[in-house]
């Protein structure tokens, strides 16, 4: 009976992890990706209304741009 070599049994169980890891990768569904888009969405909103209240204490204070 052969032995393998310990390098060879440390590749086959690599190889094993990296499969086993590969194939518990979850896809992005479309509830997901929807929900990646709303939260786009709600920071471009965000970002638009502190310019609104910049633009607000500005025209306040006599500042016009």
Same mark, same amino acid.
């Given at each position: 009976?052969? &032995?393998?070599?310990? $390098? /060879? =049994? $440390?590749?086959? /169980?690599?190889? !094993?992890?990296?499969? %086993? ?9 479309? *509830?997901?990706? %929807?929900? &990646?888009?709303?939260? =786009?969405? %709600? *920071?471009? /909103?965000?970002?638009? @209304?502190?310019? !609104?209240?910049?633009? @607000?204490?500005? *025209?306040? &204070?006599?500042?016009? &741009?």
């Amino acid at each position: 009976m052969m &032995k393998f070599p310990e $390098t /060879v =049994k $440390t590749v086959v /169980v690599m190889s !094993a992890m990296l499969a %086993a890891l590969a194939a518990c990768q979850k896809q992005e569904g479309p *509830a997901e990706r %929807a929900g &990646k888009e709303v939260d =786009k969405a %709600a *920071a471009q /909103v965000g970002q638009q @209304i502190e310019k !609104a209240g910049q633009d @607000i204490q500005d *025209a306040a &204070k006599g500042n016009k &741009k």
